[in-house]
């Protein structure tokens, strides 16, 4: 069993890379890929977006909706589970919108991926190499991320950064 962060930046083709590895685990193990989704379609565009996800994954997968709730997804997951979460970022996103508590959050989330009983990866956004944000949300959202993803590259057994559709494993 084991967990795998996929960073990169917007339309890096981190999710491709994810659900392809995801897809071929399944296969091999004879069970259904789960994606977890984490978006919320709060306009036209996102609703187009999460469309295009979705047909992009095709009728093989089953789809579980966790805007908020991410760590009750995972200990939902039945053992041997192959599963895919997909975004990081907007998990932490809504969590930002709904004022909780991130690092309790954060924390628990690392537990549960530490204690998840199958194949998973985990798919964000990579948002610290631009520039400094110019306003104090921004600058929390690219500092929250970052610690985010510091906990959860040292709980995965690989983590891998995505650039135009190339991997590079890093850990």
């Known amino acids: 069993m084991s967990v795998t962060l996929v960073l990169g930046g917007a339309r890096s083709g981190k999710s491709a890379f994810a659900q392809g590895a995801a897809e071929i685990c ?10 977890v989704v984490t ?4 306009d036209a565009e ?3 977006r ?23 997804a ?40 530490e ?5 998973l990866w985990l798919v964000s956004n990579e948002v610290g190499w631009g520039v400094v944000p110019d306003n104090a949300l921004a600058r929390r959202f690219r500092d929250e991320a970052g610690r985010l993803h510091q906990a959860l590259a040292k709980a995965a057994d690989a983590v891998h950064l995505v650039a135009a559709g190339l991997s590079l494993r890093m850990k």
Do not use: K
């Open 46 to 48: 996102m609703e187009d």
């Open 50 to 72: 999460i469309a295009r996800h979705q047909a992009d994954r095709g009728t093989a997968w089953t789809t579980i909706e966790a805007p908020s709730d991410l760590v009750g």
């Open 74 to 113: 995972l200990r939902g997951l039945p053992p041997g589970a192959v599963a895919v979460v997909d975004c990081l970022t907007l998990w932490l996103t809504n969590l930002m919108l709904a004022e909780c508590d991130l690092s309790s959050a954060g924390a628990d989330l690392v537990a549960a991926v």
């Open 39 to 42: 978006a919320q379609a709060f």
């Open 115 to 119: 204690a998840f009983d199958g194949e």
């Open 26 to 35: 399944a296969r091999s193990r004879g069970v259904v890929p789960v994606m």
